[in-house]
């Protein structure tokens, strides 16, 4: 008997996902097809390919894929596709501003999906720093971007950016 806190690698040799009718993310694993599957991400802003959960259309992990660049390349496709779906982050491309006004740190900000703004009330609870110059921005509200890499920016975003990071 399993103890539900094992954890199952799956070989990537072993599984195969595609879409099937409406779009509807699907695959087979370990000889098993499955009509509906859900991708999540174990560690979501360390490790955005590696160590993905899938589970069954109850919410059932089946296991853990280490790393989904090994996968076949119509299943990384697909998988890739499913974890944007997933994780929407738009990617900041342009720091415009960042202001305090009276208990608020407010941003201007251009992305790839085009102008926001965000509002924060401390920079330390809603900016995160997973790894290397990547940058995770919260606002108050729960919306969230992402800077990949915040020494690539231009000169005036990587400015703007100097006075809060």
Not at 126 to 146: A, V, W, Y
Request: charged content about 25%; overall charge negative.
């Amino acid at each position: 008997m399993n103890d539900t806190y094992d954890i199952h690698m799956l070989e990537p040799e072993r599984v195969m996902f595609s879409r099937g009718q409406g779009g509807v993310f699907q695959g087979v694993i370990n000889g098993k097809p499955y009509e509906e599957l859900v991708v999540f991400r174990a560690f979501p802003f360390l490790y955005t390919t590696q160590y993905i959960s899938i589970r069954d259309a109850k919410g059932d992990e089946l296991g853990i894929i280490r790393d989904i660049a090994q996968l076949d390349e119509e299943s990384l496709r697909e998988i890739e596709r499913e974890l944007q779906f997933r994780y929407f982050l738009p990617r900041v491309t342009k720091v415009g501003s960042v202001k305090q006004k009276s208990d608020l740190w407010l941003w201007e900000l251009q992305t790839n999906l085009g102008p926001t703004r965000m509002a924060m009330r401390n920079l330390h609870e809603h900016m995160q720093f997973p790894s290397g110059n990547r940058i995770i921005l919260t606002d108050i509200n729960g919306k969230r971007c992402e800077i990949a890499d915040w020494q690539s920016l231009d000169s005036h975003s990587r400015t703007q950016l100097t006075d809060v990071i």
